[in-house]
């Protein structure tokens, strides 16, 4: 089982404006899928905020994946791609393109997400868009494959395939 953490990236939220109903869904699906979600944040739209939800998540809780939602898209004040890009120190970019590769399929919408992955130190990081309906077909694409990576990145697996 690993830990993961839930950011959701709202100014409405962080103001207690409205209901959060992404980081409950992202929640839910990863206790599904056997994670122990251990820490759960709303953050406003602010990118310093953002880098520091991050950055506690990976540097001082060491959560195995630290999940974002909302905040991918092209208002200005979207910018949890930004802040996901300037605290990973390596990227993974399969995951995003295979998001957007499969929602694609559902919306032409989905090009104009502008959603990262990353790694700090031995965090992964994924950015999924903040409405319900896209969170579900998003992240129900990428979920099944995390474990392998997660194995080589917490050092649970030396090889990537045996010899």
Known sequence: ?????VITVSD?????LREDTGGPLVSSMLKEA???VVYTVVVPDEQ???????CYCADKLDIALAVTTGGTGFSPRDVTPE???????RM??????A????????????????????IRGRTLIINLPGSPKAIRENFAVCLPALDHGLEMLRNKKGDCAPT
């Open 12 to 16: 409405k939220g962080a103001q207690g």
């Open 92 to 97: 993974t970019p399969g995951i995003p393109e």
């Open 83 to 89: 802040a996901t890009v300037a605290v990973c120190q």
């Open 1 to 5: 089982m690993y830990t993961a953490a």
């Open 48 to 54: 310093p905020e953002i880098e520091k939800a991050l």
């Open 34 to 36: 056997g994670y122990e």
């Open 99 to 118: 998001m957007r590769f499969e929602s694609l399929k559902i919306t032409n919408r989905a090009m104009l997400t502008r959603q990262q992955a990353g």
